[in-house]
């Protein structure tokens, strides 16, 4: 007897589901962009390390940097550009994503999208503003936020807890470098052969000078609460210019600049072989 056809309703499509090819695009051209920043990044952080002093290893001092270089103005817009597309992705996955997961997992992987748009839309705007030529390094901009979160009732709390909070995320990139879990953002081919053995070295080098950046800047944080004093809070910048003061600062500030570099390339082959 032949099976008649299921007339179960199909569930749903997601606007980001595997075949919509125009989502794939929009991941592959945002990531280019963010490799390059951080690749700037560690080269900013090399040369701080070499004792040059005048710019800043954060991604706002990435697009200064960029800006100086013939044709700066088309880089910046085109890492701008690239930027908000990241926005988009990381808002659909936000909005629509990780439906494989459930429950608290989904929702937890939903809120890490929507802080991901979040970050990139700052890196975004703060190359607008470096085109438009209103863009200052990183610095002052986050003094007056803290400040203002300082000033807020109950602000000394919510600065420690801000702190501990990118120092939760700093270990939990170092626990990624350790268990190689980022590996699933590469596709089959990507993890695997000699490219894939490089990538994968590349991705864990970079992923624990992550963790070490971030948890260097939630100790600022908390240490800006403590103190009640908003101004000894930071970025990226300041805090690899503390690593710097610290006994073999350089040594190790340049270690933490390669690993940041290094992430710029596992970006990039993420972008090439962005996994579904």
């Known amino acids: 007897m032949p099976t008649r056809p299921s007339t179960a309703p199909s569930s749903p499509r997601s606007p980001i589901s595997p075949d919509r090819d125009w989502v794939d695009w929009v991941a592959r051209a945002g990531l280019v962009a963010y490799g390059v920043v951080y690749l700037m990044i560690g080269w900013l952080a090399i040369q701080l390390a070499l004792g040059d002093r005048e710019g800043s290893p954060s991604s706002s001092g990435a697009m ?17 550009i690239g930027m908000f597309l990241l926005v988009l992705w990381q808002g659909l996955e936000a909005a629509f994503g990780h439906r494989d997961e459930d429950g608290g997992k989904r929702v937890a992987k939903r809120l890490s999208s929507a802080g991901k748009a979040v970050v990139y839309a700052v890196i975004g705007i703060s190359g607008v503003k470096v085109a438009l030529g209103s863009g200052s390094s990183g610095g002052k901009g986050q003094e007056t936020l803290t400040a203002k979160l300082m000033n807020a009732p109950a602000g000394q709390v919510l600065v420690g807890i801000v702190g501990l909070a ?3 995320y700093g270990i939990y990139q170092v626990v990624q470098a ?20 490089a990538y ?4 864990k080098a970079g ?3 992550r963790g070490v950046a971030f948890v260097i800047v939630g100790g600022l944080f908390c240490y800006a609460a403590i103190t009640h004093d908003p101004q000894k809070s930071g970025g990226l910048d300041q805090a ?7 006994p073999f600062g350089p040594v190790m500030l340049g270690l933490i600049a390669v690993g940041l570099g290094c992430y710029g390339v596992f970006t990039l082959a993420r972008a090439r072989h962005l996994s579904k």
Do not use: H, N
């Not at 350790?178 to 053995?197: C, I, N, V, Y």
């Open 200 to 203: 994968l070295a590349f991705g």
């Open 166 to 168: 990118i120092i939760g």
């Open 240 to 246: 690899l210019f503390e690593v710097l003061d610290k």
């Open 64 to 80: 200064q940097e960029l800006a100086q270089q013939p044709f700066g103005g088309v880089l910046i817009w085109l890492i701008s």
């Open 207 to 209: 992923y624990a000078a």
């Open 178 to 197: 350790w268990t190689e879990s980022f590996a699933d953002k590469l596709d089959g081919e990507g993890r695997s052969g000699r490219s894939g053995t």
